[in-house]
């Protein structure tokens, strides 16, 4: 039987939603009554989720989610920062990137998103920092800012460009469209596709199977591929992969395949 634990409201966090099953983590955002909008309190408490997920050696995989059916999340709360000027609206995104986009980007584990409709502006860049991504039928996908006379503040113009080419991202950014799950499949912003019904259990499915690997060499390999349009990126990998000879991960791996077993990580 899977061991779940529930954390919320008064035993730490009051916008989201931590529960833990074995070796995956799922991370629910939790304010259907604004479409899981995010807050400056919703960043601040994923990001706190997330540093307790990575120090938690139980915890090999994370899957970040929208609660209810409608939304994975609508996008910013425009309400806490419409009366801003450039200041507090540079320090705004730096800090938004800062302490939740990059920091999924770079986590030590794989985190990845169950889009469970709505995915707009904020709610966009969150699932497109996640390293894997998954989206329900009825998903729309978008970045809708220069409707506000905005741009996307929280990575928006960097990662979109890099999933789907700078063609379909200025097409979406410019156009502020909304696209449905199968489009965004087709062009690669999603990698699969499922009812809403089946969606966080296709997720899990592919969560505990990336469990069972070897969680140092996938956390090599998400700093390597994170290097993979820079000039360190080849270099790096060389690196970790000698780097990895050297630890227990990779002695259990290769004994396991001689011995015609399952490793045990």
Request: aromatic residues 6%; charged residues 25%; proline residues 3%.
């Amino acid at each position: 039987m899977h061991k779940i634990i529930f954390y919320s409201g008064k035993m730490g966090y009051e916008n989201i939603l931590l529960d833990k099953e074995d070796k995956i983590s799922i991370i629910t955002i939790n304010r259907p009554e604004s479409l899981n909008a995010l807050n400056a309190k919703t960043i601040s408490e994923i990001s706190s989720a997330l540093d307790e997920l990575n120090s938690d050696a139980t915890c090999r995989v994370i899957i970040l989610t929208g609660s209810g059916e409608k939304s994975f999340v609508a996008g910013a709360d425009i309400k806490e920062f419409s009366d801003f000027g450039q200041e507090k609206a540079e320090e705004l995104a730096r800090n938004g990137q800062n302490s939740l986009f990059n920091k999924i980007e770079n986590m030590t584990k794989p985190v990845i998103a169950a889009v469970n409709g709505f995915a707009l502006g904020g709610g966009l860049e969150l699932a497109m920092a996640c390293h894997i991504r998954y989206a329900s039928e009825n998903a729309k996908l978008g970045l809708p800012e220069v409707t506000l006379g905005l741009i996307p503040g929280y990575g928006g113009t960097q990662r979109l460009p890099k999933l789907v080419g700078k063609g379909i991202a200025n097409e979406m950014i410019f156009s502020a469209k909304m696209i449905p799950a199968q489009r965004a499949k087709e062009i690669g912003l999603v990698n699969e596709v499922y009812p809403i019904e089946e969606l966080l259990t296709k997720t899990r499915e592919l969560a505990n199977i990336i469990a069972r690997n070897s969680p140092m060499a996938i956390s090599k390999a998400i700093h390597a591929v994170n290097l993979s349009d820079t000039d360190k990126g080849f270099e790096t990998e060389i690196r970790y992969f000698g780097e990895l000879f050297d630890l227990d991960d990779k002695k259990e791996g290769v004994s396991a395949f001689l011995e015609k077993r399952k490793p045990n990580f």
